[in-house]
């Protein structure tokens, strides 16, 4: 198991137990904020949250059992690990803390490890086959278990790491989506963590004291370029404090009409209206950088003032 941060030595124990009170409030917060903005979980939901035994999936369950008690509705949550035989999994971690929790789980157990190492020569990859197995057995798991919401335990940090990676690497400006219905159609995939920082999760986990399992025992390489963009944001959120807070809203405001893609707006079918419009092209004056309207409860953009933040507009 992986062992936590030490605590702060210089924190009294009152200012730990005031800090820590205000850390569980603001994860509530934001997780029933991403709820509701999504209207994630409804009346009657059979919720699977999977867990890997990791910082984040151990948060989503423990925040989502706490909403569960406040929530106006009622649902259901199964908690369902996949052990794939990873060398030194660790199988009696999680039934433990599962049992100790009281919550409903199930474990299911199949050998995808060797299926990958037979099939992926050595040193190649293995997370493209690994993945698709999990996703195959997982979605059969909830079919069996008679769920028909998935949860996941992607934070913001993942969210706005998967832009850039679609960006950088792949040509497309695709974040990773609070909701949307599994590639099989069957499920409805919900990320309750989508609004909560990686910062808060590892605090979280710390106090918790989660008995962590490493996400490294299948011996894969980490993916360089995902580390890459990681680093770049960690350095960009010490360097611009609110600039990753503004990437979050800025991705729940979108303006079609300034970005290039012809079929999300008909660039070709523009014509002069006649009518004055704000939000029409201000041709030749520069672009002003303006917050975006609050919408239901969602932070306003956090000022940040540096140089690159406005357009051009003698280019
Ligand atoms: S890191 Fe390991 S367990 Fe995770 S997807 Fe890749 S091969 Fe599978």
Avoid at 50 to 68: A, R
Wanted: a neutral charge.
């Amino acid at each position: 198991m992986v062992s936590h941060p030490p605590k702060d030595p210089c924190m009294t124990p009152e200012k730990e137990a005031f800090e820590n009170h205000k850390l569980d409030k603001r994860l509530c917060r934001e997780v029933g904020r991403a709820i509701v903005d999504f209207n994630m979980i409804e009346e009657g939901d059979r919720v699977m949250v999977c867990l890997s035994g990791g910082k984040d999936s151990y948060t989503m369950l423990d925040i989502l059992l706490k909403m569960q008690q406040r929530a106006p509705v009622s649902f259901e949550l199964i908690a369902v690990n996949l052990d794939q035989k990873q060398p030194g999994f660790p199988a009696d971690v999680l039934p433990a803390y599962l049992s100790q929790l009281g919550v409903k789980f199930h474990i299911e157990t199949q050998d995808t490890y060797s299926i990958v190492k037979q099939v992926i020569p050595e040193g190649k990859t293995m997370c493209s086959l690994c993945s698709r197995l999990r996703r195959g057995i997982l979605y059969r798991v909830a079919r069996e278990l008679g769920c028909n919401k998935l949860a996941l335990g992607h934070h913001r940090d993942d969210m706005l790491q998967t832009l850039f990676l679609n960006m950088f690497f792949g040509g497309k400006l695709k974040g990773m989506p609070p909701k949307l219905v599994s590639d099989n159609g069957e499920f409805v995939v919900i990320r309750p963590l989508a609004y909560v920082v990686e910062k808060d999760i590892v605090r979280w986990a710390q106090v918790q004291q989660y008995p962590i399992i490493p996400c490294t025992l299948c011996g894969s390489q980490e993916n360089l370029q995902r580390k890459q963009v990681g680093d770049m944001l960690r350095d960009w959120d010490k360097r611009f404090p609110g600039r990753l807070e503004n990437m979050l809203t800025a991705l729940q405001n979108v303006v079609p009409s300034h970005l290039m893609d012809r079929q999300l707006y008909p660039f070709e079918s523009i014509k002069a209206t006649g009518v004055a419009d704000d939000e029409g092209d201000k041709a030749f004056d520069e672009e002003p950088i303006a917050p975006p309207p609050r919408a239901s409860g969602a932070p306003s953009v956090i000022p940040i003032a540096q140089p690159e933040a406005t357009t051009g507009a003698c280019s």
